[in-house]
């Protein structure tokens, strides 16, 4: 069972890698597609090849193998399932699994020439993973010892907390853009 779990939280540890990666690339294609067409078509040419590899190299496997180390690991165990702090857990990665299937279709728009996100959304986006994140380890490590209401609270002041850093990086950026469209 030692086995498994070590396999679990390895594959885990790839899984979120790529899902890491993958919505920053997102943020990348999509201001790179806002720069001039030779200089746009070199990067988004690249970030394809970058996104391709990584989604189905590493992060499909990761996600996948996670998944089922994981429910060997309960099919193992199976009176985890009678613990809150692990119903809890399996919602999380409910949440990360449609996250990751929201990733895809983002993935195959933007291979496809059709983004539709502006970069500062997808970097919104790029962060649900660190809560989810988390929000897991978290539960993980402390178990019962966690007060729902703190938790809770908690998840909410690190949302707050990337929502401030984001905002404040997007601004930092268009003033930043907006100096060196001046220069000659």
């Known amino acids: ?18 899902l890491f990666y993958m919505f920053r690339l997102f943020v990348y294609q999509a201001e790179a597609e806002e720069k001039d067409e030779l200089e746009r078509n070199i990067l988004v040419k690249q970030y394809r090849i970058m996104q391709w590899r990584l989604w189905y190299i590493i992060t499909w496997p990761g996600g996948i ?55 500062i ?17 978290f539960l993980v490590v402390r178990k019962d010892e966690l007060s729902w209401v703190w938790g809770v609270l908690s998840i909410v002041g690190i949302a707050l907390i990337i929502t401030f850093a984001v905002r404040r990086y997007a601004a930092h950026r268009r003033g930043k853009d907006s100096e060196t469209d001046h220069v000659e």
Not at 2 to 9: G, M, P, W
Not at 125 to 135: F, G, Q
Request: avoid cysteine; glycine fraction near 4%.
């Open 1 to 18: 069972m030692e086995t498994i779990k070590a396999l679990h939280i390895i594959f885990m540890v790839t899984w979120f890698a790529g």
């Open 65 to 119: 193998l996670t998944v089922l180390f994981g429910l060997a690991l309960l099919w193992m165990n199976p009176v985890l399932l009678s613990q809150p702090w692990m119903i809890v857990k399996l919602f999380f990665v409910a949440i990360l699994v449609a996250y990751h299937f929201w990733g895809h279709r983002i993935f195959k728009a933007m291979y496809e020439g059709r983004n539709s996100y502006k970069p």
């Open 121 to 137: 959304t997808l970097r919104f986006l790029n962060e649900v993973s660190t809560l989810i994140l988390i929000s897991v380890v």
